[in-house]
């Protein structure tokens, strides 16, 4: 590590960093994925990231049943059973001897504890890249604001490289440390998910009382924020759901741009494999007629670019 020792103090957790990044802010990124987020929302890709905490992963297709993983569970949470290997979360204490033991990669830790000069020797191979593309690194999750010592040590860790940061935020932090660490990064995507208070929380977990405010202090603390619009078939597409979004959005002068994402089902396979439960999701990608026809409504109601993906 040798110099990058030097800015490498709070510890963070995170599960990947993913080089190449090209739907993360500008040109060509590296995404960290903090592990850890305030909310739950249905609908979430990385679900790997919801707890503060490394997790046990299951792959079953990888898993060819040679019992080595039930042999070393010290707990008997693990099961061979005719479905499968089964796993009793209740009973696991996390000492992850099971993904020691496993020859397959079936069973796996996610989360690693970094410092942010870990991180940095990660991505300043790419500074060219991200300097030829515009790009640079960009802090998700999870929820980057929920680790702000490490956050901040890490955007401060890139600015001395040279890297711009960006940070992908659902909003829910804090106000006084969620805005300090907006007013170091390069730029904000912000996520605006609902519009009403009860839907907000049946859908994410919480309402959305403290993600308006921190998103109307980026607006008096004058700070540029990109809105990206997770688009759920059935939760949140519905015109009067829309319609509320884009007029919040116009009441902010600071929003430069919106982004909307179309419902993805990886997160619902990825969640299969978890040690945490959610509910199982059933709904249908939008297509992409429908989200170029609803980036078209969002962009005249709001006079803002609205692109999809
Ligand atoms: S991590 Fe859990 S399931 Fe794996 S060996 Fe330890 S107690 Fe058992
Ligand atoms: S050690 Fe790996 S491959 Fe063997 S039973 Fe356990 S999960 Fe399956």
């Known amino acids: 590590m040798g110099a990058e020792n030097a800015?490498?103090?709070?510890?963070?957790?995170?599960?990947?960093?993913?080089?190449?990044?090209?739907?993360?802010?500008?040109?060509?990124?590296?995404?960290?994925?903090?592990?850890?987020?305030?909310?739950?929302?249905?609908?979430c890709h990385n679900p790997e990231t919801y707890t503060f905490q490394p997790a046990l992963s299951q792959d079953a297709l990888r898993?060819?049943?040679?019992?080595?993983?039930?042999a070393a569970c010290p707990q008997g949470?693990?099961?061979?059973?005719?479905y499968g290997l089964q796993y009793n979360v209740s009973l696991c204490i996390r000492c992850f001897a099971c993904a020691g033991e496993c020859p397959t990669g079936a069973l796996s830790?996610?989360?690693?504890?970094?410092?942010?000069?870990?991180?940095?020797?990660?991505?300043?191979?790419?500074?060219?890249?991200?300097e030829r593309t515009g790009g640079g690194v960009t802090l998700s999750g999870g929820e980057a604001a929920a680790q702000p010592k490490f956050a901040l040590a890490l955007i401060d860790a890139l600015?001395?490289?040279?890297?711009?940061?960006?940070?992908?935020?659902?909003?829910?932090?804090?106000?006084?440390t969620f805005l300090r660490l907006c007013r170091?990064?390069?730029?904000?995507?912000f996520d605006l998910k609902h519009i009403d208070n009860a839907a907000h929380k049946r859908l994410t977990g919480k309402d959305m009382t403290l993600i308006k405010?921190?998103?109307?202090?980026?607006?008096?603390?004058?700070?540029?924020?990109?809105?990206?619009?997770?688009?759920?078939?059935?939760?949140?597409?519905?015109?009067?759901?829309?319609s509320g979004i884009a007029e919040l959005i116009t009441k902010n002068p600071k929003v430069d741009s919106i982004v909307l994402l179309g419902y993805h089902p990886l997160?619902?396979?990825?969640?299969?494999?978890?040690?945490?439960?959610?509910?199982?999701?059933?709904?249908?990608?939008?297509?992409?007629?429908?989200?170029?026809?609803?980036?078209?409504?969002?962009?005249?109601?709001?006079?803002?670019?609205?692109?999809?993906?």
């Open 184 to 189: 170091e990064a390069d730029l904000i995507l």
């Open 7 to 43: 800015v490498t103090q709070p510890l963070g957790i995170i599960t990947n960093i993913q080089r190449f990044s090209l739907h993360d802010g500008p040109g060509v990124r590296s995404t960290v994925f903090f592990k850890g987020c305030p909310l739950r929302c249905l609908w």
């Open 109 to 130: 830790v996610l989360g690693r504890e970094v410092t942010a000069g870990d991180v940095l020797g990660e991505v300043l191979p790419d500074k060219g890249m991200y």
């Open 63 to 70: 898993c060819t049943a040679c019992g080595g993983c039930v």
């Open 213 to 242: 405010r921190n998103f109307f202090l980026l607006s008096r603390e004058q700070i540029p924020v990109q809105v990206r619009v997770p688009v759920i078939p059935g939760l949140n597409d519905d015109d009067q759901t829309l």
């Open 267 to 309: 997160g619902g396979a990825k969640a299969a494999g978890l040690d945490e439960e959610r509910p199982a999701l059933s709904v249908t990608p939008p297509s992409k007629k429908r989200l170029a026809d609803l980036a078209r409504t969002m962009a005249a109601r709001t006079g803002l670019s609205c692109t999809f993906r």
């Open 77 to 82: 949470a693990l099961k061979l059973t005719e």
């Open 159 to 176: 600015h001395q490289h040279g890297i711009r940061a960006a940070l992908d935020t659902c909003g829910y932090a804090e106000s006084e």
